[in-house]
């Protein structure tokens, strides 16, 4: 029956049977069998001697406080004895944070191990050039997606399959109802579809990075469902977070629980109840809580699809292409303005909606930006590359830059950017400094992508290194330097505007700064825009001349 089941899984998806194959071994079941049931035993028999043992009759003589004893008042936590002298242990609460532990570990261990399994595997096919076989091959980049993701963590699942029992008897035994810990098992398979299809198209296209990959994307993970479990509700769009991970439904499950309310896992897991999502009642609805979360998931699960399927075929290539890329934020904005309407203070709305932005545009600034040769190759047959049947794009050439995938990425940012602008409208209208603070966004992501398309397009090694350390050092170094040097927003606000993302500071400044500073700033952003783009637009006429007048000119 084995031999059939894998015969089918042969057929079907080659590159799973392959990933089974090479890792469902004797030697590695029997370890990843043994690790996952000693952790279980390892965290049960903690738990077990948290439960306190009574003193012999005649040596009880000071009272006993533990958080596992049945109590009558929470003021006075004293553990009581019954008739036989045994303390009365509240058994529920003691499964309860059995669970709650249980499916953090489990979690984490799923997300950030997947993730560095799955990095560290495109990594070890890159350098063996076992990849490029792999694109030759017949197979699908759907086929190997799936494939990968479901089989180079195999061992992992086998891992979590094992803890379900105890997982499940734990959680029935807490109270909470058996629809929800289903529910947050699904939950979890969405975190891990999405963030796992992230990691495979991180491994994909940071092959420059060498074996230091895995190690990053595992510890960005790892420090992203640390900060899921543990943020209580913002009530802005930082809420987005929670519900990228299984950390939302387990938080309402666990809330439901009684006994939770007065227990010591509040700072570990904070409720979520105040959240609302374009004023629906999320965090007061185990439904909806559930649903809202499966369904980011799978848009965010969906567009990482789509940068396999384009990229992996053809590496050169720009992840996304313009249309996409048009589509991506359309789909994702509402999601954090819905967030982003919630009643609090607006202003803590509208930094984390510029931060969630910023992670936003500086992901699809790399997914955009064309290499060295497509921009090459643009510039210099154009005419060629422009279909004769689209007449506009020989009379307007900015079309081509609009919907071409070689040319420069400037325009298709600047127009992502306004179709953000336009759904994040509502917000901005609530903000005194809202659209002035959106120009100054505009102004610093041109610039990040012109940057980044000057150090794509230059002759040098290392080019994406190079961006990437530019971009990044543009983004983080300004407020490190003139937090160094004590000029906060309110004494150098030009500066601040001038250099800094606003979440960064220059958003407190700009309530503070003279309507002229303010102006000097964007002018001076604006100089520098243009500057930039001046410089690409000449290395692009060199690049689209012929070669026989170059030589001729020379």
């Known amino acids: 029956m084995i ?12 590159q799973l049977f392959r990933e089974i194959k090479g890792r469902l071994k004797i030697g590695n079941i029997a370890i990843a069998s043994l690790l996952s049931i000693c952790a279980q035993l390892l965290l049960f028999w903690t738990y077990r001697a948290q439960i306190p043992v009574p003193p012999p009759a005649g040596e009880y003589h000071n009272p006993t406080y533990n958080k596992f004893c049945s109590i009558l008042d929470a003021n006075n936590p004293i553990c009581l004895r019954d008739a036989a002298g045994n303390f009365q242990i509240n058994w529920q609460y003691w499964w309860l944070e059995l669970f709650v532990y249980l499916s953090i570990f489990s979690a984490i261990a799923l997300l950030v191990a997947g993730t560095y399994l799955l990095v560290s595997d495109l990594d070890k096919e890159e350098r063996r050039g076992t990849l490029n076989f792999i694109r030759l091959s017949p197979q699908s980049a759907k086929t190997i997606f799936l494939g990968k993701i479901l089989g180079v963590p195999i061992l992992l699942y ?20 058996l629809h929800q810990i289903l529910c947050f098992y699904g939950a979890i398979a969405a975190s891990c579809a999405f963030l796992y299809s992230s990691a495979m198209l991180f491994g994909l296209t940071t092959s420059w990075l060498g074996g230091f990959q895995p190690w990053l994307a595992s510890a960005a993970v790892l420090i992203f469902t640390t900060i899921a479990f543990n943020m209580p509700s913002q009530r802005n769009a930082g809420d987005l977070i929670t519900f990228l991970s299984p950390a939302a439904v387990l938080k309402y499950s666990v809330n439901g629980a009684i006994e939770f309310r007065n227990s010591n896992l509040h700072w570990l897991i904070k409720n979520c109840e105040d959240v609302k999502w374009f ?23 969906y567009w990482m699809w789509q940068g396999w399927q384009r990229r992996f075929p053809n590496p050169s290539i720009t992840v996304l292409s313009k249309r996409q890329s048009y589509l991506l934020v359309f789909s994702c904005q509402p999601i954090i303005l819905g967030f982003a309407l919630q ?9 984390f909606v510029l931060l969630l932005n910023l992670l936003v545009f500086v992901a699809l600034i790399a ?33 081509d830059l609009i919907w071409s995938e070689k040319s420069p990425a400037i325009i298709a940012i600047g127009l992502n950017f306004l179709i953000s602008l336009l759904i994040l409208t509502p917000l901005l209208l609530r903000e005194n400094n809202g659209w002035f603070g959106m120009i100054v966004c505009l102004n610093l992501i041109a610039i990040y992508a012109t940057a980044t398309q000057l150090f794509l397009f230059a002759k040098i090694r290392n ?15 300004p407020p490190i330097i003139l937090s160094m040097l004590s000029l906060p927003p309110e004494k150098a606000p030009l500066i601040w505007i001038f250099s800094t993302f606003p979440p960064f500071g220059s958003w407190w400044a700009l309530g503070s700064t003279p309507a002229h500073s303010a102006l000097l700033s964007v002018l001076g952003q604006w100089t520098v825009l243009v500057l930039l783009n001046l410089q690409l637009r000449r290395q692009l006429k060199i690049a689209g001349q012929s070669a026989s007048k170059a030589l001729l000119r020379a």
């Open 3 to 14: 031999l059939n089941i894998l015969d089918q899984i042969g057929n079907s998806n080659p």
């Open 158 to 177: 086998l891992a979590a399959i094992l803890a379900v029992p105890l997982h499940l008897y734990s959680g029935l035994t807490a109270q909470i109802p």
């Open 279 to 301: 004023n629906l009642p999320v965090g007061n609805s185990f439904a909806l809580c559930t649903i809202l979360s499966l369904s980011i998931c799978g848009v965010l699960t």
């Open 343 to 351: 009643s609090r203070g607006v202003s803590d709305n509208t930094v």
């Open 367 to 399: 997914a955009l930006t064309p290499e060295r040769q497509p921009l090459y190759d643009w510039a210099r047959y154009r005419q060629q590359i422009v279909p004769s049947s689209h007449k506009l794009w020989r009379r307007y050439p900015i079309l």
């Open 463 to 477: 080019q994406a290194v190079w961006a990437v350390c530019t971009v990044g050092g543009a983004i983080v170094l």
